[in-house]
């Protein structure tokens, strides 16, 4: 069973930029896609950032041209770089894969962004 750990969440000023991690205790090299969700105060869980096994990419509409992701299937981790960060980009940030139709997720780590 793969579980995730996310890290790198943290305080910072609006326009700042944080790198997370997810690491996977597992391979993901089986994994077709992993996928970075964001839930903040008071609202439902989106999706922000994905990636394929192949490298393919999609980024929600909010967060394209900030955001970053990457696979490092050597170490099994997947990063989301984030830059230019806003406060509406304050949330708990979900690292999540669906295997045998079963979503997997970690725990989360915060992002908050302030002026």
């Known amino acids: 069973q793969v579980q995730l750990v996310e890290s790198g969440g943290d305080f910072v000023r609006t326009g700042g930029s944080l790198r997370l991690t997810c690491a996977a205790s597992?391979?993901?090299?089986?994994?077709?896609?992993v996928n970075w969700y964001r839930q903040p105060p008071g609202q439902q869980r989106e999706l922000v950032a994905q990636?394929?096994?192949?490298?393919?990419?999609y980024y929600s509409g909010s967060v394209n041209g900030r955001f970053t992701i990457a696979r490092v299937t050597a170490n099994n981790t997947v990063s989301l770089q984030m830059n230019s960060l806003k406060p509406e980009d304050t949330a708990v940030y979900y690292c999540n894969v669906v295997i045998d139709y079963i979503p997997i997720w970690g725990r989360g780590t915060q992002v908050t962004v302030s002026s």
């Open positions: 990636i394929t096994d192949g490298g393919m990419t």
């Open positions: 597992g391979s993901i090299s089986n994994i077709d896609t």
